[in-house]
T-cell receptor
């Protein structure tokens, strides 16, 4: 069973360009979470999605950031008009159908975004 | 919302010694507490977790303890090895069913563990 996959692993964008980060959850997982990690810091929650639904986007900036998890295909985190402060590692995690006992989140390898 | 604090931020031990990392949380409703290990350039890896209905869980050289009354939990690594060197994160999460703005996992700031050979 392949783990969580993210691509690209490294992404360089100039200020003002768009960044698209992709995440394919583990097989059988229908819940996806995006986190941002600045150098030498912890993980900050951004958004939680199920198929075709945004459940909680309270951690995502209201401007320039958006996320989706379509019925088919990977989850996409989109950052429009990137600025230097967007440079960070972006991690995706997935979990199976949530039940009373099933909480585990499994992380992908991350996408390291550098804005020049 | 939940707030998780983690100590120490850095920890250096000699190979073979034990390492202990501690976390406190603020939301008494949180009932799931995982620990992640992150190596340089990689994503966090789940190494052990504990739910609020147990006080201790052990898996070979690692163990986690939970004190619900005091709202703190700890990671214990015994017989440390150089390959244990990494950044360790604790986290806390509220119970299911989740509600909007109350379902995300809150992470501690991390502990950089160095095991000297």
């Amino acid at each position: 069973n392949a783990g969580v996959m993210q691509n690209p692993r490294h992404l360089v964008r100039r200020r003002g360009q768009e960044a698209r980060l992709r995440c394919s959850p583990m097989k059988g997982h229908s819940h996806v979470y995006w986190y941002r990690q600045l150098p030498e810091e912890g993980l900050k929650f951004m958004v939680y999605l199920q198929k075709e639904n945004i459940i909680d986007e309270s951690g995502m900036p209201k401007e320039r950031f958006s996320a989706e998890f379509p019925k088919e295909g990977p989850s996409i985190l989109r950052i429009q008009q990137v600025v230097r402060g967007d440079s960070a590692a972006y991690f995706c995690a997935s979990s199976p159908q949530v039940t009373g006992s099933s909480y585990e989140q499994y992380f992908g390898p991350g996408t390291r975004l550098t804005v020049t | 919302g939940e707030n998780v604090e983690q100590h120490p931020s850095t920890l250096s031990v000699q190979e073979g010694d034990s390492a202990v990392i501690k976390c406190t949380y603020s939301d008494s409703a949180s009932n799931y507490f995982p620990w992640y290990k992150q190596e340089l350039g990689k994503g966090p890896q789940l190494i052990i977790d504990i739910r609020s209905n147990v006080g201790e869980k052990k898996d070979q050289r690692i163990a986690v303890t939970l004190n619900k009354t005091a709202k703190h939990f700890s990671l214990h690594i015994t017989e440390t090895q150089p390959e244990d060197s990494a950044v360790y994160f604790c986290a806390a999460r509220p119970p299911y069913p989740f509600t909007s703005n109350n379902n995300d996992m809150r992470f501690g700031a991390g502990t950089r563990l160095t095991v000297k050979p």
